[in-house]
């Protein structure tokens, strides 16, 4: 089956995968889905003897039909290699009744690697495959981890240049740090004076911005993105999920058939998304359960049905999951909307316009697989020693909120099915408020004092992305306003 790819915002524009994944975001400002979700052509028992590696290429293989078996089968043995620190790539933990996903075992300890591991290859392709002779630039805001992993996976690719702005007073000391130490003669690192919100928005604007994508064309560039509205984003992370069964599978814990749920801590909507896709690719999965911050502007949608952005923007312990405007909702709620491009943009304008939107009853109906939790500071910091002080396990901020949300739903609900939580990030990269959770006088103590600290508690060895940083020079120091983006990246790409 050959799957094309539809603009979320405009039916009439469609493309293959791989023009897909080279473009980012689509002209008309809308996310391109696939037209339909291809099942799994393997049967569920077989997930148990799969590797990584085989389930990726099981996964892949049904969405980007354009790409050959060569080429899929090349990007993902050069992406999940060595820079992976277990063999495993993403290895399933049992802890008090649930099982962590550990998917920040790669090149800058966050799941973000699970995709931007690959991208860039996917992309370079892609850039052979149609032709493309202009030099891609990848445009990327970022809450923390997106950044980071972008530049480790497109730092030095030739033929792409990567420009990332971050909130300078949004994201953990470590994450900012991995970030502007970053090499590579085609690498860019920004501080932006607002919040996530504001540097999405300020990119998404750079992307609509028609007469700089003419000028740029000119002058030899084409932009792209490597945030998770690029669909070359979302099919990888699917890989995890169907990956995770096949575990389970192979340990006994499940029969084929059997049904598991997952809970997501959620900012962007991406990863949870991925979830949603592999479901209705036939993997087995119940609920999906949504688990947000402060910022809970998912758990009220998922309640109520309205989405509403207008409200505090909250800085939390959880960074990557600070964001009012969750971009890959749209995704979701174009689906629900019966595939209708006119009634996705009608309520994506109402959000532009008004900050909010509501749903049909009808297609709150069809959201039924989807809950949503949320943990406050204070119970995420709990979670944290908890889980520590029970299990001698270690999370970091996100996966602990996840961890929350999961912990109290189970109780509410009574029901005890197998639970995959996702675990997004290592603690060490969000080393100081772990520490502070685990005994408030660690807050004295310098960062990575802390990492060493950490280290010792978990009885793990620290990891080579961190080690890495702790004595490499900043070579990114730029802050500027929002207001300034067009013209930082003009300077940068030299027009
Ligand atoms: C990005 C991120 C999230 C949120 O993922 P989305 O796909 O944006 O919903 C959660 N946890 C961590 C550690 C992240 O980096």
């Known amino acids: 089956m050959n799957v094309m790819f539809r603009s979320t915002r405009d039916a009439q524009n469609r493309v293959t995968a791989s023009q897909a994944i080279l473009k980012g975001l689509a002209e008309d400002g809308g996310l391109f889905v696939p037209e339909q979700i291809p099942q799994l052509d393997v049967p569920l028992e077989a997930l148990a003897g799969m590797s990584y590696h ?20 090349s990007c993902i043995r050069q992406a999940y290699d060595a820079k992976f620190d277990t063999d495993e790539i993403a290895p399933l933990r049992e802890a008090d009744g649930a099982y962590y996903l550990e998917l920040f075992h790669g090149a800058t300890i966050a799941f973000k690697d699970m995709a931007l591991s690959i991208l860039p290859y996917l992309m370079t392709t892609a850039a052979k495959k149609n032709r493309e002779e202009h030099e891609i630039v990848i445009l990327t805001a970022t809450s923390g981890d997106t950044g980071k992993a972008a530049l480790a996976g497109f730092a030095d690719v030739p033929g792409t240049r ?13 994450q900012e740090r991995q970030m502007v130490t970053q090499k590579g003669a085609n690498t860019c690192v920004i501080g932006i004076r607002g919040n996530f ?40 992370q699917i890989v995890y999920y169907v990956y995770a069964y096949g575990r389970l599978l192979k340990s006994g814990r499940i029969q084929a ?33 949504c688990a947000s911050n402060e910022n809970k502007v998912l758990f009220d949608f998922f309640q109520t049905g309205v989405y ?11 960074p990557s999951m600070d964001i009012l405007i969750s971009s890959n909702l749209e995704r979701l709620i174009y689906r629900m909307a019966g595939d209708d491009a006119a009634k996705n943009t009608e309520l994506m304008n109402e959000l532009a316009q008004t900050g909010r939107y509501t749903v049909t009853e009808e297609m709150r109906a069809k959201m039924q697989d989807f809950c949503g939790g949320y943990a406050t500071l204070e119970q995420t910091a709990q979670e944290i020693a908890r889980m520590y002080r029970t299990d001698g396990y270690v999370l970091d901020p996100h996966t602990a909120v996840a961890s929350h949300v999961y912990h109290t739903w189970r109780q509410e609900t009574g029901d005890a099915a197998p639970a995959v939580i996702a675990s997004t990030a290592s603690p060490y990269k969000f080393a100081r408020s772990v520490m502070e959770a685990i005994d408030s006088a660690y807050g004295e103590k310098e960062d990575f004092a802390l990492i060493d600290e950490l280290s010792r508690v978990s009885g793990t060895a620290v990891p080579r992305a961190i080690e890495e940083i702790r004595e490499a020079p900043v070579l990114h120091d730029q802050v500027i306003d929002v207001g300034e983006m067009k013209a930082a990246v003009k300077a940068f790409l030299g027009m």
């Not at 099981?58 to 354009?66: E, I, N, P, R």
Request: hydrophobic share 45%; glycine share 8%.
């Open 308 to 318: 509403d952005r207008n409200r505090e923007f909250i800085l939390t312990t959880s």
């Open 162 to 174: 990567i420009i990332v702005f971050y909130p300078k007073d949004g994201v953990s000391a470590i």
């Open 54 to 73: 085989e389930t990726a290429y099981a996964v892949m293989k049904q969405f980007l039909t354009d790409y050959t078996e060569e080429e899929l089968k």
């Open 197 to 236: 919100d504001d540097a999405q928005s300020g990119v998404k604007r750079l992307f609509s911005d028609a007469a700089l994508g003419t000028e740029l064309l000119q002058a030899g560039f084409r932009f792209s993105s490597a945030n998770s509205i690029n669909i070359g984003r979302l099919v990888p």
């Open 257 to 289: 058939g059997d049904s598991i749920h997952v809970v997501v801590p959620t900012g962007n909507f991406g990863n949870i998304l991925a979830a949603f896709y592999a479901k209705n690719m036939g993997l087995p999965i119940g609920r999906l359960i």
